[in-house]
């Protein structure tokens, strides 16, 4: 299982989403975009825009190396002179508020020291929150963590709950997911290579398991107003990822390829100066779901 | 000098500023909203939103009190058990991507064992930079700086470029102004009342700097790229605001109150990935003159 094995999966891994992604829009198509690192390695990042589902979409795969940086040192607390990294990222901005924003990510982390782990996570951000479809992608996440851990899905969803909350809203980002790093043979009782398929099992059903969700959603009619809260929402996400989201600040302030990292961001958003939905709307139900984690597989 | 004097001026400021803006607006007409912290004290949040020039604006006044808490020492380095703050911060978004974006900030700082400073700036984020007009901001600001030190220009000035950087980017946030941070009768050859002169004189002046640029811009005729553009440049001030500004990121992170801190975002803003003007076309230009901090004064 070398550094080289793992990345080359992953890459090829990139381009069977993409594939998927573009089968289950109908009408959007990645262009891919290859940059390189003057440190070491470099990246694909796949995009695509203004699809009949997908508004803006990206699927980003990097493999990158080079001396552990006074940065990395410092954040990470990492204790070794080079590293290795390689993973795959997608966020997916659907244009329909009744299709939920996705993401995934799945990476590799190795130092020259020996070290190794895994860390990654998948999580589901409805504009409108409707519990049995968060249950259908819980159950759905909880079936592929029990094939390799009895306390993989236990574990993994409170975290994505803590990672995914926007302190200074008091709110949830979505309906949260997995979320999980420094996954290694130490942490777990899984060898390496279980490890491996597992964020390779979650990469394989990331398009099916979207999918579901977009199905559940997308013949729905959309008002005006719909609209305008999709994109208040998506202000939201912009708030978390630019103010809270570690992977995003970290990539900023050490130096990482802007435009690989901001591909999270949405197309559109919003913001309107303390907006508050009228009472016992859809609008204010999502709220009072996201105002606290949800146990939503027993709802 | 006491903190009420200084804070009721600041007040009385808010209420002639929103005036003077409603008169150059048009139509525009700023709701108040009053707030009160439970540490101490509170404020009051001016907000207008779809008005003839301005599409989002907010003044917002505050006056707080209350222990320093363990983030304000750590972050500020404050060497006090209780402060005082009292300030004025003023974003205007306007919908014609030929008028700029302006920021304003005067504030009063004092702590119980006796120290104060005064801060603030004023910087202006044309979406189309036009030379001519920001020299003319810059000799406004000049001509203030000059009335109360013969240094001041010359100090706050590159501060305000430096301050107003998008590292991530390797871009200005615009054509810059003046910044200024930890001014006191120590830290400069002014008195107390000749600090807070030079911050009431920047305040009063606001509305008539803000308004020569208006008219500058608000007649020219504006074409669909143009509206993209000025949603890309905004989604650039978001960045900004977001990820580095100091003031923000402490507001946010400190229990501040979100709502009034936020209202610095714009209406709308767009993300595409990767976008790159057209050669030689006027967002090109801007683009090169965000590139490094301009000498506007003697363009």
Not at 154 to 160: D, G, L, N, S, V
């Amino acid at each position: 299982m070398t550094k080289e094995t793992i990345s080359n999966e992953f890459k090829l891994l990139q381009t069977s989403i993409c594939s998927g992604l573009e089968k289950m829009d109908g009408t959007a198509s990645f262009q891919s975009d290859t940059w390189e690192r003057s440190e070491g390695g470099g990246g694909r990042t796949n995009t695509t825009a203004n699809g009949t589902i997908i508004e803006k979409g990206g699927v980003a795969f990097s493999a990158v190396h080079g001396p552990v940086s006074q940065v990395m040192k410092q954040q990470l607390g990492l204790d070794g002179d080079a590293f290795f990294a390689t993973g795959i990222s997608i966020v997916i901005h659907p244009s329909s508020p009744h299709v939920p924003i996705i993401h995934m990510n799945v990476r590799y982390f190795e130092l020259d020291n020996g070290t190794y782990w895994f860390g990654g996570g998948i999580d589901l951000t409805p504009h409108y929150i409707v519990p049995e479809n968060a249950a259908l992608f819980h159950k759905r996440l909880k079936a592929i963590c029990d094939q390799y851990h009895a306390q993989f899905y236990e574990k993994q969803k409170p975290w994505a709950d803590t990672y995914f909350h926007i302190p200074h809203r008091n709110e949830s980002r979505g309906v949260g997911g997995i979320f999980f790093d420094h996954l290694s043979e130490d942490s777990s009782s899984l060898t390496k290579k279980e490890l491996f398929d597992y964020c390779k099992e979650l990469a394989s059903n990331f398009v099916s398991i979207y999918s579901e969700q977009v199905h559940l959603g997308k013949d729905k009619s959309v008002s005006e107003e719909q609209v305008r809260w999709r994109d208040l929402r998506r202000g939201r996400y912009v708030e978390f990822n630019l103010v809270h989201d570690k992977g995003t600040k970290f990539g900023l302030f050490s130096g990482g390829r802007t435009e690989s990292i901001l591909m999270s961001l949405p197309p559109l958003a919003n913001w309107h100066y303390d907006y508050h939905p009228k009472a016992n709307s859809d609008e204010e139900t999502t709220l009072r779901y996201l105002s606290s984690p949800q146990n939503w597989i027993v709802i």
